[in-house]
């Protein structure tokens, strides 16, 4: 069963800081990628980054590259988003997903699984 749980959202100051981490509900997330997206008001939902079944794998969004970083913890079954120098661009309900492969892609339909979101909003 996949059940994918996000924390961390919130509000913070333009070039601040968040954590964002998904679970699955304390279940591990298989061998399998994970990804994280966003979603703006009135905006269509967007990739941010992805990490593969062994974490050694990572792929980012132009956007967020060299400000966000994305790792996992199987032993723990956390998959986490750092966002780092945050604008107000990047305010947004972020969801995180889960695949049935191994390796993780950008694109949306290659997700099977998605949590509800958590809000993060920065401002000026």
């Known amino acids: 069963q996949v059940r994918l749980v996000e924390s961390g959202g919130g509000k913070v100051q333009a070039g601040g800081s968040l954590e964002l981490s998904c679970s699955n509900s304390?279940?591990?997330?298989?061998?399998?990628?994970v990804g994280w997206f966003r979603q703006a008001p009135g905006k269509d939902r967007e990739f941010v980054a992805c990490i593969g079944w062994s974490g050694s794998t990572t792929h980012f969004a132009d956007s967020v590259k060299d400000r966000f970083t994305i790792s996992r913890d199987n032993a723990h079954n956390v998959v986490t988003l750092q966002m780092n120098n945050l604008g107000p661009e990047d305010t947004a309900v972020y969801f995180c997903?889960?695949?049935?492969?191994?390796?993780?892609?950008?694109?949306?339909?290659?997700?099977?699984?998605w949590g509800q979101g958590t809000q993060v909003t920065v401002s000026r």
């Open positions: 304390g279940r591990n997330f298989g061998p399998y990628a």
């Open positions: 997903a889960r695949s049935n492969e191994r390796w993780g892609r950008p694109q949306i339909d290659f997700y099977d699984y």
